[in-house]
C-alpha cells in the first residue's frame, strides 16, 4: 500500500528507483516487485515538484499506480495512451523523460499543464477540455486498423468526464465499429459504484482472462447455429455479471466491462491490464481510486487540493511583509449578486456545468438548493436546459467559463439565441487565464458572441461595473452575456443595490486630446495610466453589442486617432465592430486596435502574458507612440 505523506517536501526527496524510470523503456527494465516502491517515490516527487510550482494536485496523487502499471504493461509510445482532461498527468509526464523540466511546469517557455503533442512523443493528444479521450483513441484504434498495425490504443476517462455527452457518442461508436481499445475508467468519487472488494478483484480477474474470452467466444460459435439460443446465452451472461458487477450499461452499450477494481493495488492492476490488453473489441475497465492519495490533507479535502500554489520560501517572521489588500475575485462578485438578485426575483435558478467551486455558486446552491442545478461535465445540456426554462418563464443564469461555453455554441444561437429567450450568461475566466495556457484562454468569446444576432454583450472595467451588468443582463428581454476575468479587481467601490445601466452606453472616463483609448473590459486602469502619459481621452465602452455608436462618432470627430484596446481576439473583436461601424457610417479616421494576437498565447503569468500581447500601459502607451509617429511622417 502506498505511504501516507502529511506534508509537501520541500527539498528534493532521495528516489534511487524513480533515478533508473526516466522513460517508460526504462521503467519496463524494473522488477515488478519494485513497482511498489517506485510508486512511493513517484508520489513524493509529485508532490515535491507541484510544492515548487503550483498546479493540479489531487488528481495527479491518485493516479500514481495506474500511472504506473499502464505504461509497464502497454509498449508507450508506440501504444497510444490518451489521458482526459490532463489533469492527473503530471506523473505521466515524471514517467516520460520530462522529470527535470517538472521545475518549469506551467511557468514562461517551461512544460505546459496539459498533455501536448508539441512536447513530447508520449503525449498522444493534446487536451484541457474534458471528455475528449475516448473519441481521440477512437481515432487512434481505427487509424491502426486501416494501416494493418497491431498497437493498442488506451483512453484514462475520469467518472466526472464521463458524464459529458460527447464520451457517450464515442463510447457508442466504438462498439458499432467493434473497434481493438481499452477504455480504463478512473472512479475517483465512487459515483457510478462502491462495489470494491476482493470478490469484485477476484471477477475482474477471470473475466479479463484469455481462457474465458476463448470459452466465451467458443460457446458463442456453437449457440449461434441454435435459434435463438446464444441471444439468451448473452442475455443471462450480462445479468448474471451485474447481480456481481456495475457494468450493466456499459454491457449494454457493447463494452466488455471488467471491475471496479482497486486503482491503488498495483498486482490487480497489473494482472488485469496484461489480461485486457489482449483482448479483441472494445475492452471498459472500471477502476476506483482516491483523489490526493497517499497526501493525507488532499484525501480529506479532495476539492480544496484540487490544485495549489507553490509553497512560499520559509523566511523570517520579522522579514515577513503584511499584504497589501486587494478586491474581492470576480467570481465572488458574481456569486453574492446571484445571492442578491435571487432575494429578489423568486425566477432566478443558477445553472453550471460542474463549476460550482470555481464559479462561486457555492453559497447560492446552499441558500437555493431547489433553485441550483449542476449538469455535471454537459456544457451543451447546460444551454438548452436553460433554453427550456425560459421558454416557461424561468429566469436562467448559465455561469460558465469562457472556454468552455465554446462547446456550447450551437446551443446558444440555436436554442437560445434564435428563440430571443431570456438567459444569462456569466463568462467567468474571460481573457488570459496565466499558467493553464491556451486551452483554458477565453480569447474568443468577444468575436464569437457579437456576431449572434440579438445578443447584449457587456464587458465590465471592475467590480462594481460587473455587478451593475448582471443586473442588467437579468432584466433584458432576450440572450445577454457579461465576460469578466480570472482573479481579482481594482478594489472599486460595490454599490450594494441593484441597479441597471442604460444599455449602450459608454462613459468617459478621462478627457484629452489627439488620441481616444476606447476600452472594453479590465484594460480600463491601464489605460487610464497610458491617458495620463499621453493627455489621451479615455473611454470605458461597457458595451459591444450594442455599441455605443454616439459616442464612438464624437470621438472620432474630435480625435486624430482612435485606439481600441480589448483582452479578446483583435480578429473579429470589439475593435472590429467599431471599425465596421466607422466604414458603415464612411468616417475615414487612423485606427489602432490592441488585443490578442493571431496566434495562442502560451502559458505564462497573467502579467507576463499580457505584456507579450501589448496590454499592459507599456505596451498600450509604445503601440500608441508608434502609430502616431507614423501619421506624422
Same mark, same amino acid.
Given at each position: 500500500?502506498?505511504?501516507?505523506?502529511?506534508?509537501?517536501?520541500?527539498?528534493?526527496?532521495?528516489?534511487?528507483?524513480?533515478?533508473?524510470?526516466?522513460?517508460?523503456?526504462?521503467?519496463?527494465?524494473?522488477?515488478?516487485?519494485?513497482?511498489?516502491?517506485?510508486?512511493?517515490?513517484?508520489?513524493?516527487?509529485?508532490?515535491?515538484?507541484?510544492?515548487?510550482?503550483?498546479?493540479?494536485?489531487?488528481?495527479?496523487?491518485?493516479?500514481?499506480?495506474?500511472?504506473?502499471?499502464?505504461?509497464?504493461?502497454?509498449?508507450?509510445?508506440?501504444?497510444?495512451?490518451?489521458?482526459?482532461?490532463?489533469?492527473?498527468?503530471?506523473?505521466?509526464?515524471?514517467?516520460?523523460?520530462?522529470?527535470?523540466?517538472?521545475?518549469?511546469?506551467?511557468?514562461?517557455?517551461?512544460?505546459?499543464?496539459?498533455?501536448?503533442?508539441?512536447?513530447?512523443?508520449?503525449?498522444?493528444?493534446?487536451?484541457?477540455?474534458?471528455?475528449?479521450?475516448?473519441?481521440?483513441?477512437?481515432?487512434?484504434?481505427?487509424?491502426?486498423?486501416?494501416?494493418?498495425?497491431?498497437?493498442?490504443?488506451?483512453?484514462?476517462?475520469?467518472?466526472?468526464?464521463?458524464?459529458?455527452?460527447?464520451?457517450?457518442?464515442?463510447?457508442?461508436?466504438?462498439?458499432?465499429?467493434?473497434?481493438?481499445?481499452?477504455?480504463?475508467?478512473?472512479?475517483?468519487?465512487?459515483?457510478?459504484?462502491?462495489?470494491?472488494?476482493?470478490?469484485?478483484?477476484?471477477?475482474?480477474?477471470?473475466?479479463?482472462?484469455?481462457?474465458?474470452?476463448?470459452?466465451?467466444?467458443?460457446?458463442?460459435?456453437?449457440?449461434?447455429?441454435?435459434?435463438?439460443?446464444?441471444?439468451?446465452?448473452?442475455?443471462?451472461?450480462?445479468?448474471?455479471?451485474?447481480?456481481?458487477?456495475?457494468?450493466?450499461?456499459?454491457?449494454?452499450?457493447?463494452?466488455?466491462?471488467?471491475?471496479?477494481?482497486?486503482?491503488?493495488?498495483?498486482?490487480?492492476?497489473?494482472?488485469?491490464?496484461?489480461?485486457?490488453?489482449?483482448?479483441?473489441?472494445?475492452?471498459?475497465l472500471h477502476v476506483v481510486t482516491k483523489k490526493g492519495k497517499g497526501f493525507a490533507p488532499a484525501e480529506a479535502d479532495?476539492?480544496?487540493?484540487?490544485?495549489?500554489?507553490?509553497?512560499?520560501?520559509?523566511?523570517?517572521?520579522?522579514?515577513?511583509?503584511?499584504?497589501?489588500?486587494?478586491?474581492?475575485?470576480?467570481?465572488?462578485?458574481?456569486?453574492?449578486?446571484?445571492?442578491?438578485?435571487?432575494?429578489?426575483?423568486?425566477?432566478?435558478?443558477?445553472?453550471?456545468?460542474?463549476?460550482?467551486?470555481?464559479?462561486?455558486?457555492?453559497?447560492?446552491?446552499? !441558500? &437555493? $438548493?431547489?433553485?441550483?442545478?449542476?449538469? #455535471?461535465?454537459? @456544457?451543451?445540456?447546460?444551454?438548452? +436546459?436553460?433554453? %427550456?426554462?425560459?421558454?416557461?418563464?424561468?429566469?436562467?443564469?448559465?455561469?460558465?467559463?469562457?472556454?468552455?461555453?465554446?462547446?456550447?455554441?450551437?446551443?446558444?444561437?440555436?436554442?437560445?439565441?434564435?428563440?430571443?429567450?431570456?438567459?444569462?450568461?456569466?463568462?467567468?475566466?474571460?481573457?488570459?487565464?496565466?499558467?493553464?495556457?491556451?486551452?483554458?484562454?477565453?480569447?474568443?468569446?468577444?468575436?464569437?458572441?457579437?456576431?449572434?444576432?440579438?445578443?447584449?454583450?457587456?464587458?465590465?472595467?471592475?467590480?462594481?461595473?460587473?455587478?451593475?451588468?448582471?443586473?442588467?443582463?437579468?432584466?433584458?428581454?432576450?440572450?445577454?452575456?457579461? !465576460? &469578466? $476575468?480570472?482573479?481579482?479587481?481594482?478594489? #472599486?467601490?460595490? @454599490?450594494?443595490?441593484?441597479?441597471? +445601466?442604460?444599455? %449602450?452606453?459608454?462613459?468617459?472616463?478621462?478627457?484629452?486630446?489627439?488620441?481616444?483609448?476606447?476600452?472594453?473590459?479590465?484594460?480600463?486602469?491601464?489605460?487610464?495610466?497610458?491617458?495620463?502619459?499621453?493627455?489621451?481621452?479615455?473611454?470605458?465602452?461597457?458595451?459591444?453589442?450594442?455599441?455605443?455608436?454616439a459616442l464612438v462618432r464624437e470621438m472620432a470627430a474630435n480625435h486624430e486617432l482612435l485606439v481600441?484596446?480589448?483582452?479578446?481576439?483583435?480578429?473579429?473583436?470589439?475593435?472590429?465592430?467599431?471599425?465596421?461601424?466607422?466604414?458603415?457610417?464612411?468616417?475615414?479616421?487612423?485606427?489602432?486596435?490592441?488585443?490578442?494576437?493571431?496566434? &495562442?498565447?502560451?502559458?505564462?503569468?497573467?502579467?507576463?502574458?499580457?505584456?507579450?500581447?501589448?496590454?499592459?500601459?507599456?505596451?498600450?502607451?509604445?503601440?500608441?507612440?508608434?502609430?502616431?509617429?507614423?501619421?506624422?511622417?
Amino acid at each position: 500500500m502506498p505511504t501516507t505523506f502529511h506534508e509537501i517536501p520541500r527539498e528534493r526527496p532521495l528516489t534511487p528507483l524513480l533515478d533508473r524510470a526516466n522513460t517508460p523503456d526504462e521503467l519496463r527494465r524494473l522488477g515488478e516487485a519494485e513497482l511498489e516502491t517506485l510508486a512511493d517515490e513517484l508520489r513524493q516527487y509529485l508532490l515535491y515538484t507541484v510544492g515548487q510550482t503550483g498546479g493540479h494536485f489531487g488528481a495527479g496523487l491518485g493516479v500514481i499506480e495506474l500511472t504506473v502499471a499502464l505504461h509497464y504493461v502497454f509498449d508507450t509510445p508506440d501504444d497510444r495512451l490518451v489521458w482526459d482532461v490532463g489533469h492527473q498527468a503530471y506523473p505521466h509526464k515524471i514517467l516520460t523523460g520530462r522529470r527535470e523540466q517538472m521545475g518549469s511546469l506551467r511557468q514562461k517557455d517551461g512544460i505546459a499543464a496539459f498533455p501536448r503533442r508539441s512536447e513530447s512523443e508520449y503525449d498522444t493528444f493534446g487536451v484541457g477540455h474534458s471528455s475528449t479521450s475516448i473519441s481521440a483513441a477512437l481515432g487512434m484504434a481505427i487509424a491502426a486498423r486501416m494501416q494493418g498495425s497491431k498497437r493498442k490504443s488506451v483512453a484514462v476517462i475520469g467518472d466526472g468526464a464521463l458524464t459529458a455527452g460527447m464520451a457517450f457518442e464515442a463510447l457508442n461508436h466504438a462498439s458499432d465499429v467493434k473497434a481493438n481499445m481499452l477504455v480504463v475508467l478512473n472512479d475517483n468519487d465512487m459515483s457510478i459504484s462502491k462495489n470494491v472488494g476482493g470478490l469484485s478483484t477476484y471477477l475482474a480477474k477471470i473475466l479479463s482472462s484469455r481462457t474465458y474470452a476463448n470459452m466465451r467466444e467458443g460457446s458463442k460459435k456453437v449457440l449461434s447455429k441454435l435459434p435463438g439460443a446464444w441471444e439468451i446465452a448473452r442475455k443471462t451472461e450480462e445479468h448474471a455479471k451485474g447481480m456481481l458487477v456495475s457494468g450493466t450499461l456499459f454491457e449494454e452499450l457493447g463494452w466488455n466491462y471488467i471491475g471496479p477494481i482497486d486503482g491503488h493495488d498495483l498486482p490487480s492492476l497489473l494482472a488485469t491490464l496484461r489480461n485486457m490488453r489482449d483482448l479483441d473489441g472494445p475492452q471498459f475497465l472500471h477502476v476506483v481510486t482516491k483523489k490526493g492519495k497517499g497526501f493525507a490533507p488532499a484525501e480529506a479535502d479532495p476539492i480544496g487540493y484540487h490544485a495549489i500554489t507553490k509553497l512560499d520560501p520559509i523566511k523570517p517572521a520579522a522579514s515577513i511583509e503584511p499584504k497589501k489588500p486587494s478586491g474581492p475575485k470576480y467570481s465572488s462578485v458574481f456569486g453574492q449578486w446571484l445571492c442578491d438578485m435571487a432575494a429578489q426575483d423568486p425566477r432566478l435558478v443558477g445553472i453550471t456545468p460542474a463549476m460550482k467551486e470555481g464559479s462561486d455558486l457555492v453559497a447560492f446552491s446552499e !441558500r &437555493y $438548493p431547489e433553485r441550483y442545478f449542476d449538469v #455535471a461535465i454537459a @456544457e451543451q445540456h447546460a444551454v438548452t +436546459l436553460a433554453a %427550456g426554462m425560459a421558454c416557461d418563464g424561468v429566469k436562467p443564469v448559465v455561469a460558465i467559463y469562457s472556454t468552455f461555453l465554446q462547446r456550447a455554441y450551437d446551443q446558444l444561437i440555436h436554442d437560445v439565441a434564435v428563440q430571443n429567450l431570456d438567459v444569462l450568461f456569466a463568462i467567468d475566466r474571460a481573457g488570459l487565464v496565466g499558467e493553464d495556457g491556451p486551452t483554458h484562454a477565453g480569447s474568443f468569446d468577444i468575436a464569437y458572441l457579437r456576431c449572434i444576432p440579438g445578443m447584449l454583450v457587456m464587458t465590465p472595467s471592475d467590480e462594481n461595473e460587473l455587478r451593475r451588468m448582471l443586473t442588467t443582463g437579468h432584466l433584458f428581454n432576450g440572450p445577454a452575456a457579461v !465576460r &469578466y $476575468p480570472r482573479g481579482t479587481g481594482p478594489n #472599486a467601490t460595490i @454599490e450594494p443595490g441593484l441597479e441597471p +445601466l442604460e444599455i %449602450g452606453k459608454g462613459i468617459i472616463r478621462r478627457r484629452g486630446t489627439q488620441a481616444t483609448l476606447l476600452v472594453f473590459g479590465v484594460q480600463l486602469a491601464e489605460a487610464l495610466k497610458v491617458g495620463e502619459a499621453l493627455n489621451a481621452t479615455v473611454v470605458d465602452m461597457r458595451f459591444v453589442k450594442p455599441l455605443d455608436e454616439a459616442l464612438v462618432r464624437e470621438m472620432a470627430a474630435n480625435h486624430e486617432l482612435l485606439v481600441t484596446i480589448e483582452e479578446n481576439s483583435v480578429m473579429g473583436g470589439a475593435g472590429s465592430a467599431v471599425s465596421e461601424f466607422l466604414a458603415r457610417e464612411n468616417i475615414l479616421k487612423p485606427l489602432l486596435h490592441l488585443g490578442l494576437p493571431d496566434y &495562442y498565447v502560451e502559458h505564462a503569468k497573467p502579467t507576463q502574458m499580457l505584456a507579450e500581447c501589448g496590454l499592459d500601459a507599456a505596451g498600450i502607451e509604445a503601440a500608441i507612440r508608434a502609430r502616431r509617429a507614423l501619421l506624422s511622417v
